[in-house]
């Protein structure tokens, strides 16, 4: 049975919006983006002269669509938390705990190796 380069392009787009869901976990903010965006090209693409995607393609689409958007929350959830952290003290404390445990160093000693002075 031969495959018509739309079913290669389709299989190709699926395989790349699994890589992306997987990189959300792995390794968030800019894998997910590109294997995203490349595997929705790719499910467009692989529709050719029909007038609708195949299955394979619309699912890449979606899964692809959906991996864009949760790391788009991600990201911006991660700076909300920030700027929350920033302007509560009690906040402050508690990473600061967390920070020491883990890293051994306080949330202070962190903002001014970052150049960042808390308020």
Known sequence: MRLSPGDNLSRTAMSLAVLSVFSLFV??????????????????????????????????????TVSIILNTALIISTVVYFIKVMHDPQLQEQLSQVLYKTYGITYDELMSQLGIMPK
């Open 27 to 64: 390794f968030p903010v800019v894998l997910p983006y590109i294997f995203g965006s490349v595997s929705l090209i790719m499910a467009i693409l692989s529709r050719g002269r029909q007038e609708r995607l195949s299955r394979r393609g619309r699912s890449a689409a979606i899964i692809s």
